[in-house]
């Protein structure tokens, strides 16, 4: 089903980079950037969207032995695309935190589409790089309203002095 011959060839990790910035993105973002795709392919979910838990693991003091931390319901999804001026039949495939199908649905449509070297560097440059430029946005703001809430604790150290002790008696 994918031809991985015809695979984009863009910088490394970007496929990492499309999953975190499709599923960290809200569901209406993604509808209205699927909306405003021209000459849309055909859409087939293989699998899904469907909602589940899985186990989330932490590690102590961040390397150290693993632990099970909870669950935490994810959506996933598989969609095939076809038609729609793709070279061929394309495969996306999406996890996302929560449990919104449609959300899930939308970022495995846009996964497929990143297969396709006719439309990788559309969905890279109309569709994942804003969303990534609004999220820093909003990563930034968050951490400046975190650091002015910061609070400098001083420790003031109590002088010991003959003088003082003198006095008590």
Known sequence: MNDTATAPVVV????QRAARALALADASQLAAHWAAWPDAPEVEYLRGPEAGLVMVQGRIGGSGDRFNLGE????????????GG?????????????????HAGLAAIFDALLTDLATAPRVLSDVVEPLEREQDGDDARSRAEARATQVSFLTVARENSSDMEDDDE
């Open 72 to 83: 935490a319901t994810v959506t996933r999804a598989t969609a095939v695309l076809r038609g």
């Open 86 to 102: 793709l070279s061929a039949e394309r495969v996306g495939t999406s996890y996302v935190l929560g449990s919104d199908p449609e």
């Open 12 to 15: 490394q990790g970007w496929r």
